[in-house]
């Protein structure tokens, strides 16, 4: 899992630095609150948003997620699939900072068949023994035809909120293991998802007959792909499998190794990267306009 091989990585960089995990960690939530800070004054300043708690219908169960948009007028909707540590603070935030620019988002709880979110409250439990035993079991719940199942649920919810223009085509975005999902979001719907967006996703090409990249002939979407920089260098050929399966699909994707580290776009990330993570946003927002 490229979590797993972030955490080894991050040891690493810890050793080099003479830190243990723990003060590597201490550091890294300084960082993360920083950046927190940072975006939540910026949505203070944006239009003001309507935010609830929502539970959505699957074939699975109930799924509890939350939904945001600008308190006035009809939206495009995004589906936004957070990373390995789940629904948290972190999270919100970006989905805030996202509604507050134009949409209407559903941030999806992708461990609901285990209970309800937040399980745990930064990414850096997730680097703890307990945080990875915790999840163990939520992971293992997961799997490619539950997440079909669970994209065609959210979207129909979407299409059924006041806020939601359904004149134009819903997005959906991913972090690390989210980022798979959106592929499989845009092959469960393909009439209503018009773009999805992958940031440093991780099991994009495997060798599996319903490997998201072979996935994309089954939809009508563009996409992006923001690879992080180690993510390639661990899997240098999966960034050509991915422009190779979109070329041949007849699929608009834009495929780009970022310089930045896996995790980049995720604002409590040991690994986040401003400036990358902005111009990563800037790309989403582009795909986005086309909805």
Known sequence: MCDQLTLAEDDAKAAARGLSRRQFAALSAAGAASALAD???????????????????TPDGTCDAVL????????????????????????????RRLAGEGYTVLLVNHYYRGGKAPFLASLAEWRTPAGQEKLKPLIA???????????KAFVAFLDKQPA?????????????MGGPYTVRTAAAVPTR???????HG????????????KLIAA??????FAIAQNDDARAPADKDALKAAAAAAHRPAEVEVYHADHGWCTIDAP????????????????MYANL
């Open 164 to 176: 939601t223009d359904t004149k134009r085509k819903i997005g959906t975005q991913g972090y690390c």
């Open 219 to 224: 939809t009508k979407a563009s996409f992006l």
């Open 141 to 151: 719940g997961i799997t490619p035809a539950g997440t079909t199942g669970d994209a």
């Open 271 to 286: 690994s986040y990267n401003k400036e990358e993570a902005e111009r990563a946003w800037v790309r989403m927002k582009l």
């Open 39 to 57: 975006a939540q004054a910026a949505i203070a300043a944006g239009p003001a948003l309507v935010e609830k708690d929502v539970s959505i219908t």
């Open 68 to 95: 945001l948009h600008p308190a006035k007028g009809k939206h495009p909707g995004i589906i936004l699939w957070p990373d390995i540590a789940g629904v948290r603070e972190a999270y919100r935030v970006m989905a």
């Open 193 to 199: 998802v018009g773009a999805a967006c992958s940031f």
């Open 202 to 213: 991780g099991g994009l090409v495997v060798d599996a007959p319903d490997s998201p990249h």
